[in-house]
């Protein structure tokens, strides 16, 4: 199955995708949040598929709707730094012996088509498309890397925006280049893990301004998806709807000749093979924020 939200910021409608149709999911939950997987991704969305199956759910209309982020506020957004070593390469970091774990401010979601706002004082404002992890079921200390699949809902397509001088230059933790607002824009849509195939062969790619500055491949990260899981889990609870972002490849801005931030007017294209495609427009944080702009200042 594949969830999506639509609508204004604060108000989006919960909606399932099926068979290229999309149903109003309003009579089973008022969003797609972390309380819906902890009430259904336990017994693979038995209720949605039931009444997908009887008819019971009305049809929506998403034409001309603004689309919003598939996951409505996140318990947590947890990080994997440096898991390509191509972008450790580029970065002039060494690959990393154990994963590299760091927070994200979860008000940073945005939707897939929203505006990202570049900080005020930032000159170092970089892009970075991820495949992002929607926990299903609560994971403690899991036992082994094969026990991750049991709780992983489902896939989406997430953009770590981050601004490397607040994360590499002015000392302390990583946290503060990657949690200014509207840095992570997620969508379109929310794939469940048994409609993505092998999470491990997926095509990333990302261009800016038209211009192809990633092309990379899942089966490139140096820690797997069911590794970082399941490592994890020795560390933190993983609960139903947090996040976990799991690496970009190379060509980021920081890794290419000359730098080329990006600066208020860049537009960054993002897809994934199966999960779908999303365009970010960048302004300065500086100038009167459009309604749509900000899906969390609704709430």
Not at 21 to 45: C, E, G, K, Q, Y
Not at 142 to 160: F, K, M, N, R, T
Not at 163 to 191: H, M, Y
Not at 200 to 223: P, Y
Request: include cysteine.
């Amino acid at each position: 199955m594949r969830f999506a939200r639509f609508g204004v910021p604060g108000s989006e409608t919960p909606v399932v995708e099926s068979e290229g149709r999309h149903f109003d999911l309003s009579s089973v939950t008022p969003t797609i949040d972390p309380a819906f997987f902890a009430t259904h991704a336990a017994d693979d969305f038995a209720a949605v598929r039931a009444a997908l199956a009887e008819g019971t759910l009305p049809a929506f209309d998403a034409s001309g709707q603004r689309r919003g982020a598939p996951l409505d506020r996140p318990g947590k957004i947890v990080c994997i730094g440096v898991n390509y070593s191509d972008h450790a390469a580029e970065s002039n970091l060494a690959v990393p012996t154990e994963p590299v774990v760091f927070m994200k401010d979860p008000s940073t979601i945005v939707g897939p088509d929203d505006e990202v706002l570049i900080p005020l004082n930032s000159t170092k404002t970089d892009w970075e498309i991820e495949l992002g992890v929607v926990i299903g079921q609560t994971a403690r200390y899991l036992a082994s890397p094969d026990d991750a699949d049991a709780v992983i809902a489902g896939y989406v397509v997430s953009h770590d925006v981050s601004e490397r001088e607040f994360q590499l230059e002015r000392g302390g933790q990583w946290d503060k280049g990657k949690s200014c607002e509207t840095f992570n824009p997620l969508g379109p849509v929310l794939v469940t893990r048994d409609e993505v195939g092998d999470p491990q062969n997926l095509r990333l790619r990302l261009s800016v301004n038209g211009v192809e500055r990633q092309d990379g491949s899942t089966a490139d990260m140096i820690f797997g998806i069911r590794h970082i899981v399941w490592y994890l889990s020795q560390f933190m609870v993983l609960r139903p709807g947090d996040l976990i972002n799991t690496g970009t490849p190379a060509g980021v801005a920081l890794g290419i000749e000359g730098t080329p931030y990006l600066r208020a007017g860049d537009v960054v294209e993002l897809s994934i093979d199966g999960l779908g495609e999303m365009t970010n427009k960048f302004a300065d944080a500086s100038a009167p924020a459009s309604p749509t702009t900000l899906e969390g200042a609704a709430r």
